[in-house]
C-alpha cells in the first residue's frame, strides 16, 4: 500500500515568492495534518481536516499561509510571499478518523529553502 | 496544555551498547503515546507505541512502557546498532481526535 506522498521534495526559492506543497494521504484515511518542522527541533501542527473541513488551524499564519482539502482527499498548502524564516521541512501526514490511538503516518517531507 | 520533554541529546553510544531515553509528558485526559524515528533526510515512521497504562510498545529490539502513575515511556533498547543512528521523538496524542505533541527529540549516534 502506498504512504503518504509530498511533492516536491525539495525546493529552493527566493523570498517573497510564492510556493506550493502537495499531499496525497494514505486510501481512505480522513484526517490530513500539516506539520511543520525546523532545524533542529520536532514538528508542529499548522492544521489539521477531518475530511474536507479544517478542524483546527490556531497555529497557521493566515496572512501568508493557506490551505485546502477539496474533495476530503489531496490538499495544497501555499505561502504567499515566503520569508526567509519558513526555511523548514513541510510534513503532511494522515490517520484514520476517530481513537487516538490510531497511529498517524507521515510522507518524506518537502524541505523549503527560501533565499 | 498538553506537553512532552525528553532527554537532551545528543546522545552518543557505542555499537551494542545499551540505550535509554527518557520521555515524560503532560496531557488532558489519557493519552495514547508514540515514539517516532527520523533518519537522515526522511520524515518521521512509527517506531512503537502504547495506548493504555502497562502496556509496552515494542519493535526492532526496541520496547517502551506506558507508565501512568509517572507520566512516562521511556524507549530502551538493549544493544544499539549503527542503523539506529537517528533522531527519535516521543509523542503523546491525547483525546479522541487529539493532535500529536513533539518535543525538541533525542539524536542517537552510534558509533562502529
Known amino acids: 500500500e502506498a504512504g503518504v506522498v509530498q511533492s516536491p521534495r525539495y525546493k529552493i526559492i527566493e523570498k517573497k515568492q510564492p510556493v506550493a506543497f502537495w499531499c496525497n494521504p494514505i486510501?481512505?484515511?480522513?484526517?490530513l495534518y500539516w506539520y511543520r518542522q525546523n532545524l533542529g527541533q520536532g514538528p508542529e501542527l499548522l492544521i489539521r481536516?477531518?475530511?474536507?473541513?479544517?478542524?483546527?488551524d490556531s497555529q497557521l499564519p493566515k496572512d501568508r499561509f493557506s490551505a485546502e482539502r477539496l474533495k476530503g482527499v489531496d490538499s495544497t498548502l501555499k505561502i504567499q510571499p515566503a520569508e526567509l524564516g519558513d526555511s523548514a521541512v513541510y510534513l503532511c501526514?494522515?490517520?484514520?478518523?476517530?481513537?487516538?490511538?490510531?497511529?498517524?503516518?507521515f510522507g518524506e517531507g518537502s524541505w523549503l529553502t527560501v533565499v | 496544555g498538553d506537553s512532552v520533554t525528553q532527554m537532551e541529546g545528543p546522545v552518543t553510544l557505542s555499537e551494542e551498547a545499551f540505550l535509554t531515553i527518557n520521555c515524560t509528558y503532560t496531557?488532558?485526559?489519557?493519552?495514547?503515546l508514540f515514539w517516532y524515528v527520523q533518519y537522515p533526510g526522511e520524515g518521521l515512521q512509527l517506531l512503537l507505541k502504547?495506548?493504555?497504562?502497562?502496556d509496552k510498545g515494542s519493535n526492532k529490539g526496541f520496547e517502551a512502557t506506558y507508565r501512568k502513575e509517572t507520566t512516562s515511556f521511556h524507549l530502551e533498547k538493549g544493544s544499539v546498532q549503527v542503523s539506529d543512528s537517528a533522531v527519535y521523538f516521543c509523542?503523546?496524542?491525547?483525546?479522541?481526535?487529539?493532535?500529536?505533541?513533539f518535543g525538541k527529540g533525542t539524536k542517537l549516534s552510534v558509533k562502529p
Open positions: 501526514a494522515s490517520s484514520p478518523q476517530g481513537r487516538s490511538g490510531n497511529t498517524i503516518y
Open positions: 486510501s481512505g484515511h480522513n484526517t
Open positions: 481536516y477531518e475530511n474536507e473541513e479544517a478542524v483546527d
Open positions: 496531557a488532558t485526559g489519557y493519552p495514547s
Open positions: 502504547a495506548t493504555k497504562a502497562d
Open positions: 509523542a503523546p496524542r491525547g483525546g479522541s481526535q487529539g493532535n500529536l505533541i
